[in-house]
């Protein structure tokens, strides 16, 4: 059984919950959260992450972040949308998705908080949920049909982090 590299990748900046976002699926990306996500895929190209394939959540954040993910890639992943990746999702929801798509080496699996820190955690097999910025990814290596406790976090690294990448 082969390894595929896995990057957890949080949305960016969104707008606030709120009056004018009532309903919490449709908030959409800032105009900051949009410029400095372009910034965070410049750094996972300098790092040579190579991707094949996008999953995201539904919701409209995610979306937009998978979007300027693909666009800025040399050579554009394929992009899933799944529930699998929507706040209140179990993290074994992903394996169905992933056992779905066994060609695909280099995924970004794009979602909220607290979801992808605990989806992070089952992953590795640790106990307590790891904490995602905004724009944060988090590379795991994991057999090509994930279990509980197959992957080993290879790195972490905050969106600032990555946007220093490049200057």
Same mark, same amino acid.
């Given at each position: 059984?082969?390894?595929?590299?896995?990057?957890?990748?949080?949305?960016?900046?969104?707008?606030?919950?709120?009056?004018?976002?009532? +309903?919490?699926?449709?908030?959409?990306?800032?105009?900051?959260?949009?410029?400095?996500?372009?910034?965070?895929? +410049?750094?996972?190209?300098?790092?040579?992450?190579?991707? +094949?394939?996008?999953?995201?959540?539904?919701?409209?954040?995610?979306?937009?972040?998978? +979007?300027?993910?693909?666009?800025?890639?040399?050579?554009?992943?394929?992009?899933?949308?799944?529930? #699998?990746?929507?706040?209140?999702?179990?993290?074994?929801?992903?394996?169905?998705?992933?056992?779905?798509?066994?060609? #695909?080496?280099?995924?970004?699996?794009?979602?909220?908080?607290?979801?992808?820190?605990?989806? #992070?955690?089952?992953?590795?097999?640790?106990?307590?949920?790891?904490?995602?910025?905004?724009?944060?990814?988090?590379?795991?290596?994991?057999?090509?049909?994930?279990?509980?406790?197959?992957?080993?976090?290879?790195?972490?690294?905050?969106?600032?982090?990555?946007?220093?990448?490049?200057?």
């Amino acid at each position: 059984m082969g390894i595929r590299s896995v990057y957890l990748v949080r949305h960016a900046i969104a707008f606030e919950r709120g009056q004018d976002w009532p +309903d919490d699926a449709r908030r959409p990306l800032t105009h900051k959260g949009a410029a400095r996500m372009r910034e965070v895929v +410049d750094g996972l190209l300098a790092l040579d992450v190579e991707l +094949d394939l996008v999953v995201t959540s539904p919701f409209v954040r995610a979306k937009q972040t998978a +979007d300027l993910l693909i666009a800025g890639w040399p050579e554009p992943p394929a992009l899933v949308v799944s529930a #699998a990746l929507a706040p209140g999702a179990l993290p074994t929801s992903v394996t169905d998705v992933l056992s779905q798509h066994t060609q #695909a080496e280099g995924v970004a699996l794009v979602g909220h908080e607290p979801g992808l820190g605990e989806l #992070a955690a089952w992953l590795i097999g640790a106990r307590h949920p790891l904490k995602f910025k905004k724009g944060g990814v988090a590379r795991i290596d994991v057999p090509m049909l994930p279990v509980s406790g197959s992957g080993e976090l290879i790195w972490m690294a905050t969106p600032k982090m990555l946007r220093a990448m490049t200057r």
